[in-house]
């Protein structure tokens, strides 16, 4: 194939002709490469995303022209490998997903109360202790069921390197997330001294939720997760680093202190925080990136006051939640968010602040109820393609009737050969049920 860069193009934009002739690919980046290829791979058919030819005899392509763009520059999908760990192998095939859908950002959500997932070697017993939990819970979060079965695992710094650099080459930005100062008992469990100085033990939770074990917000707890980041930073070339930031409950003044000095230490070593909503309540934050989760309104009030924003709004763009009032749906929690509705979901409100833009949007994979891979493939395909479709395409025309033809008999082959275990538009297959394991559905 002959490519050629055109700086006329718009960012990560190409456009793909076929003739007779051949196949040209005009690119604007490197990015813009990798689309046009994907988009190559997908006009040459569903066995074109195996992972191995399995072609006979001559090959065709259909004649045309492509020319494309994204319209966000975020198309982000959130990863919680804290609640479940995802083994490496797992991350880099859920990387190779995005990429085949254009996606570009992944947000691993790397620590928070159920377990610690990133080796800091100068703090051995984050991952010693903070890595493995005694059992998990078995569905609903305020239940009393647990599997009893030790769970864990972490990622060696080498490990998180090469996850780095297997998503650089599928034009993904990995953006790591260490949560504070909520969402931070297994950092806890560690080292107790980082904890609440009432003084109980803590080990890491076998509970889901909302955990009241909030960090302290003396300077050596400060000092102690500076040097995480610093870490973090060393592994991670992402401009934007997550520092979480949500649910805090009983948040005082001095964690919202908390929370701004470690934004400032990020701008300082020249990176972008990037918050969940709550940490507009801190105040005199340094220019964020807000992830708006909590409602679409919290995203226009981040703009508002000086932040970018990425829209992944709970009501709208949550995985983990349930994909429909079937009874066999598995573990059903959170709100009803059907395909279609994924379909049909706009990252800029109606009432958002005239003059103002986004960076775009994201959709999120909490894995509380998402114990295996195969569980994560069934919550997030095929509404992640959706998605992908409303984070890269212009509204205009969009239309599910028109989508759900083109899913099926186009895209869902390509699953088929990508090997992911989706959801079939009729509803669970037999094994992907749960009878019996209780849900929450809002
Ligand atoms: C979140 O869902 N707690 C960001």
Redesign the pocket.
Known sequence: MDVRTDVTLPAEGYRLEIDPSGVRLHVADAAGEFYGRQTLRQLIGPDAFRAASIHRGQQTIPCGVVTDHPRFGWRGC?LDVARHFRTKAEVLRFIDLLAAHKLNVLNLHLTDDQGWRIEIPEFPKLTEVGGWRKSSMVGRHDGPERDGRPHGGFYPTDDLREIVAYAAARSVTVVPEVDIPG?ARAAIAAYPELGPETGEPWEVWTSWGISTSLLNTKKSTLDFFKAVFDHVLDIFPSEVIAL?G??VPGATEEHGRFVREIARHLVERGRRPLG?DEVLEAGDLPPMVI?S??SEAAGARAVAAGHDVVM?P?DHV?LDHRQSDHVDEPIPVGYLRTLESFYGYEPVPADFPSGKTILGTQA?V?SEHLDTVRRVDYAAFPRLCAFAEVAWSSPEGRDYAEFLPRLRDHHLPRLDALGVEYRPLDGPLPWQTRPGVPGRPR
């Open positions: 959130l969402h979480g949500d649910e969940w992830g989760w909590q992944c709970e949550y999120q909490w």
